[in-house]
């Protein structure tokens, strides 16, 4: 079973900029969450996508990210413009719909804003 | 929002010795996840505990979730390099089943 895909892997920009990751999830997977992890700390939700709906967006900064996932399949998660603070490896993760299903994540994007 | 804190932050120990490491809440959790990070890739699932007093073994991993439900250990007997990483307890936030992360416990095993 293929994994959770996401691209590019590494990315610096400069601030104001934008930037935008793709995550292909496992097949067949209903949820996708988009988290970000700040060094040192534990992935924090951004946003839940059940199908190509939103579950959760609570945390997710609206005035600079974006999300979609169209067809319930792909997602993309866009920032606009960048700032220092953003500076995080981006994690996507796919799970089978219901409670205390596995997560199963993929490798991250490391962005890096100067 | 339903905090879940991580003890000890950093942990640097020898091949060969054992170690524990905590996860504790003040709410109470139906289910815990514990995940495992090496550098560079995302987190894995190592185990999910949903009965208060449960004990699960994977190896030389043994997980115990707390009566209430509000906290969790790992410990790990005779540690080896691998595995070092970044441990991560996670916990169904507000009712939802999305899974929010502690900090961590980093734990680096020299050989």
């Known amino acids: 079973e293929a994994g959770v895909a996401q691209s590019p892997r590494y990315k610096i920009i400069e601030k104001r900029q934008s930037v935008a990751f793709w995550c292909n999830p496992i097949?067949?997977?209903?949820?996708l969450y988009w988290y970000q992890q700040i060094l040192g700390q534990g992935p924090k939700l951004l946003i839940q996508?059940?199908?190509?709906?939103?579950?959760?967006d609570s945390q997710l900064p609206k005035d600079r990210f974006s999300a979609e996932r169209l067809k319930g399949v792909d997602s993309t998660l866009k920032i606009q413009p960048a700032k220092l603070e953003d500076s995080a490896v981006y994690l996507c993760a796919s799970s089978r719909q219901g409670a205390n299903t596995e997560a199963f994540f993929g490798q991250g994007t490391r962005l890096t804003v100067v | 929002t339903q905090l879940l804190e991580q003890s000890p932050q950093f942990l640097s120990i020898q091949e060969g010795e054992n170690l524990t490491v905590y996860c504790n809440s003040s709410s109470v959790f139906s289910s815990l996840q514990w995940y495992r990070q090496e550098p560079g890739e995302g987190p894995v699932l190592l185990v999910t505990?949903?009965?208060?007093?449960e004990v699960k073994k994977l190896k030389r991993l043994t997980f115990q979730f707390g009566d209430a439900r509000k906290d969790s250990s790992l410990h790990i007997t005779a540690a080896q390099t691998g595995d070092t990483g970044l441990y991560l307890c996670?916990?169904?936030?507000?009712?939802?089943?999305?899974?929010?992360f502690g900090r961590g416990t980093s734990l680096i095993v020299h050989p």
């Open positions: 505990v949903v009965t208060g007093g």
């Open positions: 996670a916990g169904p936030s507000g009712g939802s089943y999305i899974p929010t």
């Open positions: 996508f059940q199908n190509n709906g939103v579950v959760d």
């Open positions: 097949s067949g997977h209903a949820t």
